[in-house]
């Protein structure tokens, strides 16, 4: 059966810092794979979704980056955290047929101070 | 532009009693829609989807949701609420010329009491 894997799930980090959230999928091959961000409990935002790897695209400009160096590895990135880049980010993966759900990682919850 | 619209922030129900969480659609061509359920500071779980085919569609948990094309909603639904059942929930429409992501709705907070 296929997992997914999301660590840490809580980071404090000070304004400026770099940040990196990383992702894994296991049982499964060329997935497409998803970051999202819930600010205060509800609404989820989608920063990046790939389809291959190396593929990234983008969904909001701000100051995060996403990569995919490998098949079932998704990573979320930053240089210089931002106050408001606080919230729960989500990592999900999905089979690229029609159909298919996504699935959900566990979540990290965010906290820049 | 492609949207989902779930109306109620949220909706209490008594337990034993049965609950209805609304969702709207807007997209072009055929829907692929989905439901989702959210516990504190944890990541979604899939419920239910609509695909194609009977505009009633099991799911898990004992939960349940109808298509209808006409008034373009997919509300969930479930014949007997359960105090467990409280938690928040997300209707989603998938859009596959976009990598396949998911768009969502606000949300709707489900309380049940007992």
């Known amino acids: 059966s296929q997992t997914i894997h999301q660590w840490p799930a809580t980071l404090v980090q000070p304004v400026g810092s770099p940040l990196s959230l990383e992702c894994t999928v296991e049982g499964t091959s060329n997935p497409n794979l998803y970051w999202y961000r819930q600010a205060a409990g509800r609404g989820l935002q989608l920063l990046f979704y790939?389809?291959?790897?190396?593929?990234i695209s983008s969904e909001v400009p701000q100051n995060l980056s996403a990569s995919r160096p490998q098949d079932r590895q998704f990573i979320l990135s930053s240089k210089k955290l931002l106050l408001s880049d606080s919230g729960f980010y989500l990592c999900?993966?999905?089979?690229?047929?029609?159909?298919?759900?996504?699935?959900f990682g566990n979540g990290t919850r965010l906290t820049v101070t | 532009a492609q949207s989902v619209a779930q109306p109620e922030d949220q909706v209490n129900v008594a337990e034993g009693n049965p609950l209805t969480v609304k969702c709207t659609y807007s997209v072009s061509g055929n829907p692929y829609l989905f439901w989702y359920v959210q516990y504190p500071n944890r990541g979604l779980q899939f419920l239910l989807k609509y695909i194609t085919g009977d505009n009633l569609v099991k799911g898990s948990y004992g939960f349940e949701a109808e298509f209808n094309k006409s008034q373009t909603s997919f509300h969930l639904k479930k014949p007997s609420a359960l105090v467990s059942d409280s938690a928040l929930y997300f209707c989603a429409v998938r859009i596959y010329n976009q990598g396949g992501k998911l768009i969502f709705g606000q949300g709707t907070e489900l309380s049940v009491k007992p």
């Open positions: 999900a993966w999905s089979a690229p047929a029609e159909g298919s759900p996504l699935h």
């Open positions: 790939s389809v291959g790897i190396g593929q």
